[in-house]
């Protein structure tokens, strides 16, 4: 159904590394998000654009950062990954104007070791 | 406050039984309500999507329903199956605000056993 694609699937990488997870959607939504979720736990917002060039930080705090500087793109960058960032990230893009609701990437579980 | 309450958190039913799991919101102004499927370690994926003026909708052996006016929604699961085992996570959407945002309940953990 959802034409949004999340790189990579899994990733695993050393303390103190910088990355950067990929968010694609190509339905021209003008809001995307990113939430984090712990296995069994709920999604938690922690970043989210209601269009290009504007984020905002959501609910729970993040040391992440993102960007949007084009429509269909919205990455996540992690500056210096920590143990404490293990987690999985999903990414959602949404139109509630159109009454669609939102679409979700595939997620990408990320481990820092 | 905006919030979305799941219950029950957790549900155990055998398979081939029905089930039904509530979702009750109070975001303001509401847009849609969509169910979602979770298996363990994926993304969400919907199974349905209601706005204001619909009061059910049905999706193979998923029926949601809405009653927008006591802001309470449900997900009847029929006969069931083993791969239904999954967390459920009910989200609403606000209308029409720049800062238009998700709200998400916390999920319902069902289990089928055999």
């Known amino acids: 159904e959802a034409d949004i694609y999340q790189t990579p699937r899994y990733l695993v990488i050393g303390t103190g590394k910088k990355i950067t997870l990929e968010c694609s959607q190509t339905m021209g939504h003008d809001k995307m998000y990113w939430y984090q979720q712990d296995p069994g736990m709920e999604l938690h917002l922690i970043h989210y654009?209601?269009?290009?060039?504007?984020?905002e930080k959501g609910d729970l705090s993040s040391e992440s950062t993102v960007s949007r500087i084009r429509t269909e793109h919205f990455p996540l960058t992690l500056e210096s990954a920590r143990p404490s960032h293990t987690s999985q990230y999903l990414c959602?893009?949404?139109?509630?104007?159109?009454?669609?609701?939102?679409?979700f990437g595939q997620g990408t579980r990320l481990t820092v070791v | 406050k905006n919030q979305v309450e799941q219950s029950p958190q957790s549900l155990i039913i055998l398979e081939g039984k029905n089930c039904t799991l509530q979702?009750?919101?109070?975001?303001?102004?509401?847009?849609?309500l969509r169910w979602y499927k979770q298996d363990t370690g994926r993304g969400p994926v919907s199974l349905t999507i209601?706005?204001?003026?619909?009061n059910t909708k049905s999706n193979g052996r998923y029926t949601a329903t809405l009653d927008a006016d006591t802001k309470q929604s449900s997900l009847h699961i029929t006969a069931s199956q083993l791969s239904d085992s999954a967390s459920y996570i009910c989200?609403?959407?606000?209308?029409?605000?720049?800062?238009?945002?998700?709200?998400f309940g916390r999920g319902t953990q069902l289990t089928v056993w055999p």
């Open positions: 989200v609403v959407s606000d209308r029409g605000s720049t800062l238009g945002r998700l709200y």
């Open positions: 959602a893009s949404s139109a509630p104007e159109r009454a669609t609701g939102a679409f």
């Open positions: 209601m706005t204001f003026s619909e």
């Open positions: 979702c009750n919101y109070t975001v303001s102004p509401f847009s849609n």
């Open positions: 654009s209601y269009g290009v060039n504007s984020t």
